[in-house]
């Protein structure tokens, strides 16, 4: 059965860390770019990150740029999402989704398997 997982969410201060994974059972990830979304209240998803499977290329949306990291290991089979620096406003239900290879850009329709999310709050 194919699968993904988010874990790692959790309630942290303003200023504080969190690590997300992004797991994957039922097939490799290594042919997949991952992309982190999120989901707030009353919201829109958005894109947050993608890393590409070909080349490992990385990109971040502007309002994570300097405070997130995304990286993979494919020997884990797990994409994670390491945000520092945490402020109110990230506060959300986070997802990982796979696409073919490289980062798409963040349009939800260009990816294919979504995990069913992890909550990240923000607040002291």
């Known amino acids: 059965q194919v699968q993904l997982v988010e874990s790692g969410g959790g309630l942290v201060q303003p200023g504080g860390s969190l690590r997300l994974s992004c797991a994957a059972s039922?097939?490799?990830?290594?042919?997949?770019?991952i992309g982190w979304f999120r989901q707030a209240p009353g919201k829109e998803r958005e894109g947050v990150s993608c890393i590409s499977s070909s080349d490992g290329s990385t990109s971040y949306a502007d309002s994570v740029k300097g405070r997130f990291t995304i990286s993979r290991d494919n020997a884990r089979n797990t994409v994670y999402l390491r945000m520092g620096s945490l402020k109110p406003e990230d506060t959300a239900v986070y997802y990982c989704a796979t696409a073919y290879r490289r980062c798409p850009g963040y349009k939800t329709y260009d990816y294919g398997y979504w995990g069913q999310g992890t909550q990240v709050t923000v607040s002291s």
């Open positions: 039922g097939f490799t990830l290594d042919a997949y770019a």
